[in-house]
């Protein structure tokens, strides 16, 4: 994935914030394609904290 614009430090954090999500989604056995949205935006909000 990419990240375009923003400080150093923001792209960090959502670097950071993408692949703890995808780690969460990948120890249930989903990934994003077929993880339904709503638990897409809980990971995320969860990462985001």
């Known amino acids: 994935f990419s ?3 923003g400080s150093e ?3 960090e954090k959502i670097a950071e914030t993408f692949i703890k ?3 969460d989604l990948k120890r249930k ?3 994003l394609d077929d993880a339904d949205p709503r ?3 809980d ?3 969860k ?3």
Request: glycine share 10%.
């Open 3 to 5: 990240v375009v614009g």
């Open 9 to 11: 430090e923001t792209h």
């Open 21 to 23: 999500t995808c780690e």
């Open 29 to 31: 056995g989903r990934d």
């Open 39 to 41: 638990e897409i935006s």
């Open 43 to 45: 990971l995320l909000d």
């Open 47 to 49: 990462h985001l904290r």
